[in-house]
T-cell receptor, first 114, second 109 residues
Framework: DAMVIQNPRYQVTQFGKPVTLSCSQT?????MYWYQQKSSQAPKLLFHYYDKDFNNEADTPDNFQSRRPNTSFCFLDIRSPGLGDAAMYLC?????????????FGSGTRLTVV | DAKTTQPTSMDCAEGRAANLPCNHSTISGNEYVYWYRQIHSQGPQYIIHGLKNNETNEMASLIITEDRKSSTLILPHATLRDTAVYYCILATRNTPLVFGKGTRLSVIA
């Protein structure tokens, strides 16, 4: 089945040690998003790619970067994780060019910073 | 910022219809109303969306008022598996989804 896959499901990293989260999709969607969701809060948009065009939200910290080497893959890099970056990170995809469409979310990666 | 207002929480008896309201008094003409839900520890799941007409699919019905300033998501026969946080979101064709606080629906046996 076509889907959005996030790896790993759980990630533990040390304070200040760079970490990369990955997202892949088999839907051929041209837009990919990264959301951060802290405990008991709503998902917060960090940035998105429309094809190869990167769009950063104004309040996304510089500590967060993203790469999209091809249509299928998108990575979230946290350069120096702090304790406050512990959260669930959600990847989502959609396709804009053919009209309004539902977003497909992955199951998320839960990041723990120790 | 989220442009919708939803109750923080609601309860519904199993087997009964769950009616989740959403206010969006500042909705623009080209904004769609989306509904998503998030079951604990999972990614959000698309339910339904609409522009101005009522919509129905296998999961739910969406009722949008004529002035488009509010809407209601209806789960016709709620089950325990429908317990989740339900998000009402406004978005245009090519803008990202911005989540508000949502409504925590508890379906009670």
């Amino acid at each position: 089945d076509a889907m959005v896959i996030q790896n790993p499901r759980y990630q533990v990293t040390q304070f200040g040690k760079p970490v990369t989260l990955s997202c892949s999709q088999t839907l051929n969607h041209n837009v990919m998003y990264w959301y951060q969701q802290k405990s008991s809060q709503a998902p917060k948009l960090l940035f998105h790619y429309y094809d190869k065009d990167f769009n950063n939200e104004a309040d996304t910290p510089d500590n967060f970067q993203s790469r999209r080497p091809n249509t299928s893959f998108c990575f979230l890099d946290i350069r120096s994780p702090g304790l406050g970056d512990a959260a669930m990170y959600l990847c989502a995809t959609t396709k804009w060019d053919i009209g309004v469409a539902g977003y497909t979310f992955g199951s998320g990666t839960r990041l723990t910073v120790v | 910022d989220a442009k919708t207002t939803q109750p923080t929480s609601m309860d519904c008896a199993e087997g009964r219809a769950a009616n989740l309201p959403c206010n969006h008094s500042t909705i623009s003409g080209n904004e769609y109303v989306y509904w998503y839900r998030q079951i604990h520890s999972q990614g959000p799941q698309y339910i339904i969306h609409g522009l101005k007409n009522n919509e129905t699919n296998e999961m739910a019905s969406l009722i949008i008022t004529e002035d488009r300033k509010s809407s209601t998501l209806i789960l016709p026969h709620a089950t325990l598996r429908d317990t989740a946080v339900y998000y009402c979101i406004l978005a245009t064709r090519n803008t990202p989804l911005v989540f508000g606080k949502g409504t925590r629906l508890s379906v009670i046996a």
